[in-house]
């Protein structure tokens, strides 16, 4: 089996991305909410969260989970602006 450069090129993208403490999908996904209500707030992201932030930008099934977070804490924050 042969990878075409493309697909090359996005596995050498992604190791270099990699640290040598990372959070299992798992322990991100009990940080996210967290760490999108920081977003939302406009916070920074305290060190404790920024592996989260960094998992979310690997693994697209988390990222998925935390975009459709996001949308549903906007449409919280929008309906209470509103009153």
Same mark, same amino acid.
């Given at each position: 089996m042969?990878?075409?450069?493309?697909?090359?090129k996005d596995l050498l993208w992604l190791v270099g991305l990699t640290n040598e403490n990372e959070l299992?999908? &798992?322990?991100?996904? =009990? *940080?996210?909410?967290?760490?999108?209500?920081c !977003?939302?707030?406009g916070k920074s992201i305290s060190?404790?969260?920024?592996a989260v932030e960094q998992h979310l930008s690997v693994c697209s099934e988390?990222? &998925?989970?935390?975009? =459709? *977070?996001?949308?549903v804490l906007d449409?919280? !924050?929008g309906d209470t602006s509103k009153k």
């Open positions: 042969s990878l075409s450069n493309e697909k090359l299992n999908c &798992e322990q991100c996904l =009990a *940080l996210v909410a967290e760490f999108a209500e !977003e939302l707030a060190d404790g969260l920024k988390c990222r &998925e989970e935390y975009e =459709a *977070l996001q949308r449409g919280i !924050e």
